[in-house]
């Protein structure tokens, strides 16, 4: 049994951020409809390096587990309908379109709250849903840029990086997830059903918490300097650093026992933060003269944080994270056996789990629309009409 078994989820959202809170409430046990077009959701057309699959592309398959798909046309008045009396039944209602298409739908809060006033109705969005952005596209690498955090890190005068995985998507999809539960708490404690607004800027800038904390509170001014570093606000050396055969990470280690280690005896008398450019220039000099393996056998001697620097292939072959389940392995209709994340949360009594792959488009639309009273006739009958798409 998991956590949220019994409570309904209906996903009307498209690409990465909702359709990743939603699939977090799946794994906890929830029914999550996926509502989509009956051409299938834009994520489905969208496929991630290319990673196109059977009939399932990666991009979908990593972020729709755990979900029915409902495929239904929300611009005829039938399929208006079907999802209404479906919001019915809701206790999550989950939705990023671009400002005006929820009202436009008639899937905005008032008229979904008027039909169940016990739904936790909660809206996403790129910027807010007033002021001078509303109508600026929410796209990661533009909310990446925008948050300040790129300025956080490498060398003054280079291009700043964005980070090495959709970041503000993933931010953005979690405070959506802790915002829908909250909201569910509360429900359970008072009867009432309440409106969730979570929107990227906000997202990346509350995740921003020390860093900000540091300029508005402590003014000290972001600044890069002229050597590579992993964070403005954090001492040296932090970043990445070759070796003889590769390269490593250094985590703010103890400047006495790092000089110990390198046998770089200056580094002692050194501070961190106001000679970060020299430090980070001799470490850097003397890290080629052995390989990769050979400094974490001497930073671990020297209790000093220092650690590998992985790609994908060596980070699903290591013991830690085999050792955590850290990834799912399961068979899809049409993927067949599929290896992808897991949770990245425990629970003792009621944990998550893989309880169906990422649904084919209207996979579940006869039988959801059973649950809803229609007779087979009647559901065939639209699917005729094309309001709806079952899959073979």
């Known amino acids: 049994m998991g956590v949220l ?33 009956v051409t299938g959701e834009w994520q489905r057309h969208a496929p991630a390096g290319g990673a196109t699959g ?29 999802v209404h009396r479906l919001a019915a039944t809701a206790d999550v209602f989950l939705q990023n379109y671009r400002p005006g298409v929820a009202e436009r739908l008639g899937m ?32 990661d690498l533009l909310l990446q840029a925008m948050s300040g955090a790129m300025l956080s890190t490498g060398r003054d ?13 993933a931010i953005t999809a979690y405070s959506a997830f802790e915002g829908a539960l909250a909201a569910l708490l ?14 990227m800027l906000d997202a990346a ?25 992993g964070h403005t606000y954090i001492r040296a050396p932090y970043g990445v650093f070759a070796t003889k055969d590769g390269y490593l990470a250094l985590g703010m280690p103890r400047l006495d026992g790092l000089a110990v280690a390198l046998d770089l005896p200056e580094l002692a008398d050194m501070d961190g933060h106001t000679q970060r450019d020299e430090i980070t220039s001799t470490v850097a000099r003397r890290l080629p003269e052995r390989t990769t393996a050979e400094w974490l056998d001497i930073c671990a001697r020297h209790d000093l944080w220092a650690g590998p620097v992985y790609g994908y292939a060596e980070l699903v072959a290591d013991p830690q ?15 067949g056996t599929v290896t992808t994340p897991g949770f990245p949360y425990g629970l003792s009594a009621a944990p998550p789990q893989v309880r169906r792959g990422a649904p084919l488009v209207g996979e579940h639309t006869a039988e959801i629309l059973g649950e809803l009273g229609y007779p ?17």
Not at 61 to 81: H, I, Q, T
Not at 125 to 134: D, H, I, L, M, W
């Open 5 to 37: 078994d019994g409570y309904r989820v209906v996903d009307l959202s498209i690409a990465m951020a909702g359709p990743l809170a939603a699939m977090r409430l799946g794994d906890l046990g929830a029914d999550v409809i996926k509502v989509e077009p």
């Open 54 to 82: 059977n009939q399932v592309n990666a991009s979908f398959l990593s972020l729709n587990r755990n979900k029915r798909s409902l495929a239904v046309n929300l611009k005829s008045d039938e399929g208006r309908d079907i």
């Open 108 to 139: 905005d809060h008032d008229t979904i709250s008027g039909l169940n006033p016990r739904v936790v109705y909660v809206s996403m969005s790129g910027y807010g849903e007033s002021g001078p952005y509303v109508t600026r596209p929410g796209q």
């Open 157 to 169: 005068g280079d291009p700043p990086a964005p980070a090495g995985t959709y970041a503000i998507d």
């Open 186 to 199: 509360h429900r359970e404690r008072t009867g009432e059903g309440q409106r969730v607004s979570v929107n």
């Open 205 to 229: 800038i509350a995740v921003q918490m020390q860093e900000l904390s540091v300029f508005t509170v402590g003014g000290v001014p972001q600044r890069r300097g002229r050597e590579p570093h």
């Open 321 to 335: 994270v085999r050792h955590n389940g850290s990834f799912v392995t399961y068979d899809h209709r049409t993927e």
């Open 376 to 392: 087979p006739e009647h559901a065939a009958e639209l699917v005729e009409k094309g309001v709806l798409a079952c899959a073979d």
